[in-house]
């Protein structure tokens, strides 16, 4: 709705389905021509998360499902999520986080809000966390600064991810 508002577009719901299909479509054969890459620590920590037979890693994305995959697999992270929450059937992050968490709740079952843990480097994935008491980790490795960050007050906040053995020890799992 806001790419359609900003170029004076009234956002009707099939003007909105149809730029996210063409989305959707575009986005996989874009993806070689950027210059983007797996943050440093990401692929440690999956990988040893992985290996945790407690764990349940979720990814929540404002992303559409189409857009969603076609990144996951393009930078090799597919195989690191048990699901996906998308935001095709939600408004914003919290209402993601939302869906998220209830997803988790029928793959598991109960899930105490001190276990969860939302990851992520912009004031959005912040409040997505806190929207459901998870804590958050915000990581300066995007568009904003751990100054700029830091104002959305996150349960813990770094530059970068460190090595998984600190992270583990951070969030009280147990070291590999």
């Known amino acids: 709705r806001e790419i359609l508002s900003l170029h004076k577009v009234t956002p009707t719901p099939e003007k ?23 943050m440093p620590g990401v692929l440690q920590i999956l990988e040893a998360l992985r290996s945790q037979p407690n764990i349940l890693s979720l990814l929540l994305t404002g992303n559409i499902q ?10 090799g992270l597919a195989s ?24 988790a709740k029928t793959l ?3 899930i105490q809000p ?8 912009t004031p959005h994935d912040i409040h997505c966390g806190q929207a459901i008491q998870a804590r958050t ?27 998984p053995v600190a992270f583990f020890e951070k969030v009280g799992l147990p070291a590999q």
């Open 108 to 110: 598991v079952g109960e």
């Open 137 to 163: 980790i915000a990581v300066a490795t995007g568009s904003y600064s751990v100054s700029q960050l830091q104002v959305h007050t996150p349960w813990w906040l770094i530059e970068q991810l460190p090595s």
């Open 66 to 75: 189409a857009g969603a995959q076609a990144k996951l697999h393009h930078y």
């Open 114 to 121: 001190e276990k969860v843990y939302v990851i992520g480097d």
């Open 80 to 103: 690191y999520f048990d699901q996906v929450a998308f935001s095709d059937e939600a408004e914003n992050r919290p209402a993601i986080a939302h869906q998220g968490l209830a997803l």
């Open 16 to 38: 909105v389905k149809h730029l996210l299909t063409r989305y959707g479509e575009l986005l996989p054969s874009s993806l070689p021509r950027r210059q983007g890459q797996v």
